[in-house]
């Protein structure tokens, strides 16, 4: 079965340091989701990655998927409090409508 | 895309009573799922909710615990039946368009 790694489980940062969380798959990703939830909410969607190297960013939000779709990162630039929360990854194992598999999640705390 | 409408977002309800989630979605899909993040855990599959047949659950989950119903192409409904404080969680559903969308969730807490 599917199973995804993601790392670190939890991470502290000082307001305007630069952090990066991976995720890590098993088997070859169809494609990678990266959502980011505050405690006790629903899934804020941040980006969704299809092709072997392919790069997306928003905002201060960069997510990568390496060439053998196996592994993404998702990094933040100059990271401020709004960016404290649980990010997630979700992997597509194929291309039909099939759920998501997801990591455990790392819950990400911004210092001042 | 899809728009999905998910209620109630939260509850708070007594053991021994059970309670139904919603979800409608903007369009017809094939495929509903449902999913459940318990307190500091990651989300797991709960069953997979097709119209017209019973759903498919996942390992550790039960019809008799979280009886399903999908009427329609655009609507589900998933109820936590017979609850305890362990029931209490993030309950999400889910429809894959080519990509995946999620309802906003329905908070749980039972006591």
């Known amino acids: 079965s599917q199973e995804l790694e993601q790392s670190p489980q939890s991470l502290i940062v000082q307001e305007g340091k630069n952090l990066t969380i991976n995720c890590t798959s098993s088997k070859t990703l169809y494609g990678l989701y990266w959502y980011k939830q505050k405690y006790g909410e629903g899934l804020i969607f941040l980006m969704m990655l299809q092709k072997g190297g392919e790069e997306k960013s928003h905002e201060k939000i960069t997510a990568k998927l390496d060439e053998k779709k196996q592994q993404s990162s998702l990094h933040i630039t100059a990271s401020q409090p709004s960016h404290a929360g649980i990010y997630l990854c979700?992997?597509?194992?194929?291309?039909?409508?099939?759920?998501?598999?997801f990591g455990k999640g790392t819950r990400l705390s911004v210092i001042a | 895309s899809a728009v999905i409408s998910q209620k109630p977002s939260r509850d708070i309800c007594q053991r021994g009573t059970s309670l139904t989630i919603q979800c409608q979605v903007d369009?017809?899909?094939?495929?509903m799922f449902w999913y459940r993040q318990q307190p500091g855990q990651s989300l797991t599959l709960i069953a997979t909710?097709?119209?017209?047949?019973?759903?498919?659950?996942e390992s550790g989950f039960v019809i008799d615990k979280f009886p399903i119903s999908r009427p329609n192409l655009t609507f589900s409904t998933l109820t936590v039946s017979n609850m305890s404080p362990e029931d209490s969680s993030i309950y999400l559903c889910?429809?894959?368009?080519?990509?995946?969308?999620f309802g906003q969730g329905t908070r749980l807490t039972v006591v």
């Open positions: 979700g992997a597509v194992v194929n291309s039909g409508n099939t759920p998501l598999v």
């Open positions: 889910s429809v894959s368009r080519g990509e995946a969308f």
């Open positions: 369009s017809q899909v094939t495929m």
């Open positions: 909710a097709n119209q017209g047949s019973e759903a498919t659950y």
